[in-house]
């Protein structure tokens, strides 16, 4: 999964960067409320961390035009302490969560994994297909109650499938997830990790689809 993180404080930027990176997720980080519209215009993100107060306006003013054009990102806000207005403020502008600064990595973890659960209307960390079961939280796989190894990357991209089950993922939106715009982006790795995934569950689970890209069925449309 791909994140869309703004934040203009260079230590906390990092820190939560790095952590997200740990957690499996591809970052990119921004610290400009200017870079917001242009990044989420060109790219897909599963979910944005937002902070308020930047350099060059206010986060959630950018947050409230997104809304008003229909952008329906799952965004968390990162507020100050005492600062209740800005979180009434920011969930009345269209933020779905709001954490405190400085916040608990786990919690802000835990947060992101309940907005994108909430966002596929799943109440759950876990999905489960045709025998296979993926835990969100623990990045555990297993097959028919069996576990099964994976690469983080195989991790990420066996999770997007999943997320996105019953329709095609093109090949842009899953190499989105794996990387991060700094990082060189390779079609031939991503078709190694496919082929290493198919080769741990089976062929027939992830489909390719001709000129879209590859798609996991929902089980009754087997
Ligand atoms: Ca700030």
């Known amino acids: 999964m791909r994140l869309l993180l703004i934040e203009d404080d260079n230590l906390l930027g990092e820190g939560i960067r790095d952590w997200l990176i740990h957690d499996g997720y591809a970052i990119d980080w921004f610290t400009r409320a200017q870079d917001i519209a242009h990044a989420i215009k060109i790219e897909h993100f599963d979910l944005m961390i937002l902070d308020i107060g930047l350099p060059d306006g206010d986060g ?29 403020e920011g969930l009345d502008s269209g933020a779905d969560d709001y954490l405190v600064k400085p916040c608990d990595l ?27 079961t993926l835990d969100m939280e623990t990045h555990q796989v297993l097959k028919n109650g069996d576990p099964i190894e994976f690469s983080p990357r195989e991790f990420s991209l066996l999770q997007t499938l999943l997320i996105n089950m019953g329709r095609p993922v093109s090949r842009n939106r899953l190499l989105e997830s794996l990387y991060d715009w700094d990082k060189e982006i390779n079609s031939n790795t991503m078709e190694v990790h496919i082929h290493h995934i ?9 489909r390719t689809i001709r ?6 069925d929902r089980q009754d449309e087997h």
């Not at 959630?60 to 008003?68: D, F, G, I």
């Not at 198919?198 to 992830?206: A, C, D, E, S, V």
């Not at 000129?211 to 996991?216: D, K, N, P, R, S």
Request: proline residues 1%; hydrophobic residues 40%; contains cysteine.
């Open 60 to 88: 959630l003013a950018v947050l409230k035009q997104l809304r008003e054009q229909g952008e329906q990102i799952p965004v968390l806000i990162l507020t100050a302490r005492d600062a209740i207005h800005d979180r009434i």
């Open 106 to 132: 786990h919690e802000l973890s835990a947060r992101i994994r309940a907005l994108v659960r909430r966002n596929r209307g799943n109440a759950s960390n876990v999905i489960k297909c045709d025998g296979l």
């Open 198 to 206: 198919r080769k741990k569950l089976g062929n027939g689970m992830i």
């Open 211 to 216: 000129g879209l890209g590859y798609q996991i």
